[in-house]
Every structure is written in structure tokens, then in C-alpha cells.
């Protein structure tokens, strides 16, 4: 399975970025997909999840309202609009995946998902 992420970069504050992340090797289509990212210094943090059938999704506060998630599942491919971005927002943000269903509570979690990408790096200037 791969997990290739793109559309990272540097980008001043208040800026956006959209990542992408297309899955192959494995269909994941009944499980789900999501981002979570690092900052140097500081532990993996959960960012966003899909539920690839259904649509449910799940953001941590920090960027609830700012970033957005969305899928195509003909694709297997997930993406990660961020909008309003912010210095803190800097880090490497990695694609997740997982392909059988889960309690949505549990997605937050690095654990649960089976699959982890290479990670692109996001750099917000102030």
C-alpha cells in the first residue's frame, strides 16, 4: 500500500494549500482516510478523517473551520483543503488510511490507522 501525499509547500500566513493523497494497493472504500500532522519538537497530532462511504468526517479544534476534507472514492483519493493558514500550522502532514469501519471516537487516534504515508511538508511564514 501506498500513500504518496502532495501539495505541500511554503505559503504566507492567512494563506491555503490543498493536499492530496491517492491511495493504491488497496481499495478504501468501506474504511476510512485522514491527515494527521507533526511539528519538530512535538508529537503527532490528528487532523482530519473521512469515512469513505457516508462522508463522515471529524477535525481537531485547531483547525476546525479553516481546513476541509473531502473524497473521491473512484479515485481512492482524499484531499485536505486548508484554508486561513496559520505559523502553527506548520508541520509535516501525513495521509492515514484504514480499511475496515470504526467507531468515529476512535479515529483521532494514530493507532487505528493500519497505513501512513511519507508525510509532505507544510511551512506557514508569518
Known amino acids: 500500500v501506498q500513500l504518496p501525499a502532495f501539495g505541500g509547500g511554503l505559503v504566507q500566513a492567512g494563506g491555503s494549500l490543498r493536499l492530496s493523497c491517492a491511495a493504491s494497493?488497496?481499495?478504501?472504500?468501506?474504511?476510512?482516510m485522514g491527515w494527521f500532522r507533526q511539528a519538530p519538537g512535538k508529537e503527532r497530532e490528528f487532523v482530519a478523517f473521512?469515512?469513505?462511504?457516508?462522508?463522515?468526517?471529524g477535525f481537531s479544534e485547531s483547525v476546525k473551520g479553516r481546513f476541509t476534507i473531502s473524497r473521491n472514492n473512484a479515485k481512492n483519493t482524499v484531499y485536505l483543503q486548508m484554508n486561513s493558514l496559520k505559523p502553527e500550522d506548520t508541520a509535516v502532514y501525513y495521509c492515514v488510511a484504514r480499511e475496515s469501519r470504526m467507531v468515529l471516537s476512535a479515529l483521532r487516534s494514530p493507532p487505528t490507522y493500519y497505513y501512513w504515508g511519507q508525510g509532505t511538508q507544510v511551512t506557514v511564514s508569518s
Open positions: 473521512m469515512t469513505l462511504s457516508g462522508g463522515a468526517t
Open positions: 494497493g488497496r481499495s478504501f472504500s468501506s474504511g476510512h
